[in-house]
């Protein structure tokens, strides 16, 4: 086996601009972001309609699919967890890890989640609580089968549960198959630490010609595209904010300079590494969200919001595989489910080489089975108390509107898709429109940026170890390059009006991935099968 010693010393350019980088790769994927955004951003309609199409066709068709796929990477996580292989480190068998385990579930946490809680974290359970259809399709096809049709307790419990459905173990399963073979081959077998080193079992040394270049510059995208995503997502919702704080518009000047603001934090951290800027900002992340989580808790209808905890979790635990395994074969169901559940599925698949790799980084010397329950059990229950905490209050303040369910104003919100205002309507009915509301929505627009933060410089993180070919301190003028790149990329779509269109092409593109994904997991598992049959032999020898 070559190792990935050997193959940066072969393939790294050695010295001028590219010193330290696969010059090819580099140069294809940056031509590749140029061409994706000069064709998305100058013809933003065209570009919506051809990925709103595929994206529709994929949906459609491989509805069953993408659910069958996402239940066998959660069985494959339970074998893990339950066979001898559990035992396995991701190193050495005498290493330890890097992090400590508040360090490491911090960065979990930041790196796999970032501002999605908060921008869908009221806006997902209120839209799920509505029974309006406003939308063409019923807003919660689990709760009307379950007969909770009317806006009362039992369907604010049904749409909790859902949020925490599309939120919880089935997407957190696809991050750790993806982490768990980056890190298995990158640390116990040598391999560089990139997405082609999983295929190593079928394609073996051909992992280091152009299919390995494809799957990693695919990776690479991922990556760029998926961040940007979310900066020009999260701007407009850091815009709200801050128009509510200081009085500042929320167009589109403030919308841009937020991104300039958030670029150079995030360029700054990455440059530090891991152990210092990253660390130090997704810890200070839970810090923070832990004080606002209790303001939420604390502020709100507290008692409520722990029997609501309770229900949920255990409503989440009868019926996640039934609800995994529910394919929607009737007019309004379908489109639901398309819509939702297939949307969030192909969503964390695009997402899965980005954070799949970030957590290998950060989780050599844990044993598979420490590895699998951390990344799929901690960051979930995290989830869990946000979504019902956050959640929660605005279906309380929904339930028990002066005008009836359904009047407090936050529906009428969510049915006009302004999800930035939903959260922060959600915080004035705890904390009002005075000093403490207003610190609670600064805290919250902090969360925004500094979440996003994380998720920036860890995503720019990966990427430049993918183009200098699993060196885990890639050359520092690359992390400030793509860093760039990543705020350019978000402010000219927002400009153009073409981040729509790029957020349906992410979509679309979480087919092919899914294949990768499924390769890498029939990888790691006949890796696993074959060092447990060369112990017994080795022992033997002895």
């Known amino acids: 086996m070559e ?6 010393i072969t393939e790294l350019s050695q010295n001028g601009v590219f010193s330290g980088m696969h010059k090819g790769m580099t140069i294809t994927a940056a031509l590749l972001v140029l061409a994706f955004v000069l064709f998305t951003g100058m013809m933003p309609d065209l570009a919506g309609g051809l990925f709103g199409t595929t994206r529709a ?63 869908f974290g009221v806006a997902e359970p209120v839209f799920y609580f509505d029974n309006a259809g406003a939308f063409g399709y019923p807003n919660n096809p689990h709760a009307d089968m379950a007969g909770a049709t009317a806006m009362n307790h039992e369907r604010a419990i049904d749409a909790l549960r859902v949020s925490v459905f599309h939120w919880g173990l089935h997407g957190w399963a696809i991050y750790v198959i993806v982490g768990m073979s980056l890190a298995y081959f990158a640390y116990r077998k040598g391999l560089p630490l990139a997405l082609r080193s999983a295929l190593y079992p079928f394609i073996g040394e051909r992992i280091f010609g152009p299919v390995g270049h494809l799957v990693d510059i695919l990776g690479v995208l991922g990556c760029v595209f998926g961040v940007a995503t979310s900066l020009g997502l999260g701007v407009s919702q850091m815009a709200v904010g801050l128009e509510r704080l200081v009085g500042i518009g929320a167009g589109l000047d403030t919308q841009l300079t937020l991104i300039a603001v958030i670029s150079l934090i995030s360029i700054l951290s990455v ?34 919001l722990v029997s609501a905890f309770g229900e949920t979790v255990l409503d989440y635990a009868v019926n996640f595989l039934p609800m995994g395994l529910w394919f929607a074969d009737e007019p309004g169901t379908t489109e639901w489910q398309q819509g939702w559940t297939i949307f969030y599925w192909g969503w964390w698949l695009a997402w899965a080489p980005f954070v799949g790799l970030f957590i290998a980084r950060i989780s050599r010397g844990r044993t598979l089975r420490e590895f699998v329950l951390g990344v799929l059990l901690v960051p979930t229950l995290i989830i869990f108390v946000w979504l019902i905490i956050f959640g929660g209050n605005a279906l309380y303040q929904e339930l028990h509107a002066a005008g009836g369910p359904g009047s407090g104003g936050i529906i009428e919100l969510v049915n006009a898709w302004n999800l930035p205002a939903a959260l922060f309507e959600s915080a004035d009915g705890i904390a009002g429109t005075g000093t403490l509301g207003w610190v609670l929505s600064a805290l919250m627009v902090f969360l925004l940026m500094s979440w996003f933060v994380t998720s920036s410089d860890s995503g720019t993180l990966v990427l430049t170890t993918i183009l200098s070919l699993g060196n885990e301190e890639p050359p520092q003028r690359f992390r400030v390059f793509w860093g760039v790149v990543i705020g350019l990329v978000a402010a000219a779509l927002l400009v153009a009006g073409g981040l729509k269109a790029l957020q349906t092409a992410l979509i679309a593109a979480a087919l092919p991935l899914s294949v990768v994904i499924l390769v890498m997991t029939g990888g790691v598992l006949l890796s696993l099968l074959r060092e447990s049959r060369r112990a017994p032999a080795s022992a033997a020898k002895r």
């Open 3 to 8: 190792t990935s010693t050997d193959y940066m």
């Open 57 to 119: 066709w994929i949906e459609s068709t491989f509805s069953g699919y993408y659910l069958v796929t996402v239940m066998l990477l959660m069985a494959v996580c339970a074998f893990i967890v339950i066979s001898r292989y559990g035992s396995v480190r991701l190193g050495p068998d005498d290493s330890r890890p890097d992090f400590s385990n508040f360090a490491w579930f911090s960065m979990l946490f930041s790196a796999g989640i970032g501002i999605g809680i908060l921008f």
């Open 271 to 304: 440059v530090s590494g891991v152990k210092k800027g990253i660390k130090v900002i997704s810890e200070l992340n839970i810090w923070v969200s832990v004080v606002v989580v209790g303001a939420f808790l604390i502020g709100g209808p507290t008692l409520w």
